[in-house]
């Protein structure tokens, strides 16, 4: 047996690398949820989920209140069980974001102890589909950066080795954007792939015209260009865009991203582990849109997705984004223009504990 005998959680405020901003917001500080667990076997599991600047709290008490209490039992080979278990327990606050990132945090946990019960890296055990993974830059892409700031990254991006990075779009007027564009390709030139995102900040008028102007500078994907609830908007847009639409990143259900799928709304899923709920979710929706021939390329969180774009046979891009440095003893493995899967069983993330301790900002 493998019976969850004791879990706990705590909050770690981890220091953002770099200024990170777009056309809605700024990355202000990088709220961790960390869940423990161990198992009447001695197995124990790890995992995360995070927020950019608030909530932290919240999701905290929600782990504290009613998740890590109702672990206490379970046995961590029945991942569908305990997370179906732990959502029934919060039906008043799902779906929605406070609700996910505390399953997330747990589910990710319940993985990683089940990774190592299984002696696999979570790339095997999701499907183990392929080693490594291509990867693009976003780093160099924020939309405080000057012209030449964007050009110098993103050029130093290729020289490194990637093929791809994505470009922060929203700007007052459709112009600069064009501009900014414009000098990252001539730097760069045709063969390396660019893609937009706009952070949910335009309206359908404003997406079909900045769209035409991107399709003519060969942009490969146009992300996140109207609010996420608005489906019949995405749709107008993807009838209209020579640019593929690429949503998900703040969807946090599969009946979410069903209703994309179905309306023909999207064509590249961006699907967040933390913000869909943890792995037994993402996996669902990766499956689903490998039903309907549709790519995963999914937000932030490079440490967890570069395992689980690998594991699934319709993963295309893990984006790069470091955001565990601070806190672990090695990096997922970057190799020109690939990440390849950790091959150690579990998670594969080697935690600092002792920076975690110092990081730490309250305990459940």
Not at 144 to 163: F, W, Y
Not at 184 to 203: M, Y
Request: hydrophobic letters at 45%; a negative charge.
């Amino acid at each position: 047996m493998s019976i969850i005998t004791n879990a706990t959680a705590r909050l770690v405020d981890i220091p953002v690398e770099a200024a990170r901003s777009d056309a809605v917001q700024s990355f202000q500080s990088q709220e961790t949820l960390i869940v423990d667990l161990t198992t009447d076997a001695g197995i124990s599991g790890r995992g995360y989920s995070y927020t950019i600047g608030t909530g932290g709290t919240a999701v905290l008490a929600l782990l504290r209140d009613v998740f890590l209490p109702r672990l206490i039992g379970h046995d961590i080979r029945r991942y569908e069980r305990i997370w179906f278990d732990l959502f029934a327990s919060t039906r008043s606050t799902a779906p929605g974001a406070i609700t996910a990132l505390a399953l997330a945090a747990v589910d990710t946990a319940v993985w990683d102890a089940n990774a190592k019960r299984l002696g696999d890296p979570l790339s095997i055990a999701v499907g183990g589909a392929r080693d490594e993974v291509p990867v693009y830059d976003t780093e160099h892409g924020w939309l405080h950066l000057s012209e030449q700031e964007l050009v110098d990254g993103i050029t130093a991006v290729r020289d490194g080795g990637m093929r791809a990075a994505k470009v922060k779009v929203g700007a007052p007027t459709l112009a600069e954007d064009v501009r900014r564009l414009s000098a990252v390709r001539d730097a760069v030139g045709d063969d390396f792939e660019i893609f937009v995102d706009a952070n949910q900040s335009f309206t359908v008028p404003e997406a079909i015209r900045r769209s035409r102007a991107y399709a003519d500078l060969g942009i490969g994907w146009f992300e996140e260009p109207l609010p996420a609830d608005d489906v019949a908007g995405h749709r107008q847009l993807a009838q209209h865009s020579a640019v593929p639409i690429a949503v998900g990143e703040t969807l946090y259900s599969v009946g979410q991203f069903q209703t994309y799928v179905d309306a023909e709304a999207a064509s590249i899923i961006q699907v967040d582990v933390a913000r869909i709920g943890g792995i037994t979710p993402w996996l669902k929706v990766a499956h689903l849109a490998e039903a309907a021939n549709l790519p995963v390329c999914p937000h932030f969180l490079m440490e967890l997705h570069v395992s689980l774009t690998a594991g699934v046979r319709n993963g295309r891009y893990a984006e790069y984004i470091p955001q565990l440095r601070a806190v672990t003893r090695n990096e997922v493995e970057l190799t020109a223009a690939t990440l390849r899967a950790p091959t150690t069983p579990g998670l594969g993330i080697d935690w600092d504990d002792d920076r975690l301790d110092d990081l730490c900002v309250a305990t459940a």
